[in-house]
């Protein structure tokens, strides 16, 4: 019966996707069912790390954070763990033999939000490869399914996908990261005055980003590939959108992508993939 336990865990990940980002979820929807359950483990996971360091104000992060690390590594070791979340993340790490550097660099960057406020061009780029890029490279053993080759083919465009939703995130939310959590990841970046030509910096490193990941989403294996481009399509959407506002309005409010828009790429996407257009 402990089957019952393992499903259970599964769909507290799969809800807390669903409810913490519409854009993800709806994204992993379009994978094949057979690699819908790791994503969402791995989400899970990512999901609840985040939320303490984001959300557990007047609680005692760093011992929230520490205790989650301590226990996501005893469930990985034991096969198992009371926790829904990790035990579903635990099912996925094992069965997918995913390196344990990549869980390690991801607490690293979670621990840094909690006493880090601002980074030079080198903590950047390891906050960066830890808080995103990992979590692309995590789904990627999903993805290949044991292919080693594969992957490490792909690494690159994992990373520079990882690393382009971040960055997106970080210049969407720059507003609440700076005035409501006092951090400022982009290095020698003046938010107080904050210009066109720091903007089109940003822009540009992240359009480098998109441009790498791209080619890799083309050769990823077709259980993956529909997914993963939708869910490229929606940041590229998002991206392109605050290109087109002024800098005061970036610290003015949070740029965001209506359904409408959203159910638009999908049609798109859809065609151009019967079409063979990707």
């Keep these: 019966m402990i089957n019952i336990f393992h499903r259970t865990s599964h769909e507290c990940s799969r ?43 007047g609680y005692d992060k760093e011992q929230l954070l520490r205790e989650f690390k301590t226990a996501a590594y005893d469930a990985i070791e034991r096969g198992i763990s009371l926790n829904p979340i990790l035990h579903s993340f635990q099912q996925t790490v094992n069965e997918y033999n995913i390196d344990h550097n990549l869980i390690e660099s991801f607490f690293k960057s979670m621990e840094w939000d909690l ?30 399914e044991g292919d080693q080759k594969l992957y490490e083919q792909l690494k690159p465009s994992a990373q520079a996908l990882g690393a382009a939703f971040q960055k997106v995130n970080f210049l969407r939310d720059v507003k ?28 540009s490193e992240i359009a480098g980003d998109f441009e790498n990941a791209y080619e890799g989403i083309l050769q990823l294996p077709v259980k993956a590939r529909f997914g993963v481009y939708v869910a490229y399509k929606y940041y590229l959407s998002l ?40």
């Excluded at 994204?27 to 985040?50: Q, T």
């Design 239 to 278: 991206f392109r959108k605050i290109k087109k506002v002024q800098p005061a309005q970036i610290l003015e409010q949070r740029i965001r992508i209506p359904n409408y828009s959203k159910a638009l790429i999908l049609a798109k996407a859809g065609l151009r993939t019967q079409l063979n257009l990707l």
């Design 15 to 57: 809800i807390t996707t669903e409810a913490y980002s519409t854009s993800f979820s709806s994204a992993i929807k379009l994978l094949h069912k057979d690699l819908r359950k790791p994503i969402y483990n791995i989400y899970g996971l990512v999901r609840f790390a985040d939320e303490i360091v984001d959300t557990f104000h």
């Design 115 to 144: 006493t880090k406020h601002q980074y030079d061009r080198h903590a950047y780029e390891e906050y960066i490869y830890g808080s995103a890029e990992v979590v692309g490279l995590m789904c990627l053993y999903v993805f290949c």
């Design 176 to 203: 609440a990261d700076y005035e409501q959590l006092n951090r400022k990841y982009f290095p020698e970046m003046d938010f107080r005055n904050f210009t066109s030509a720091m903007k089109a910096q940003i822009e």
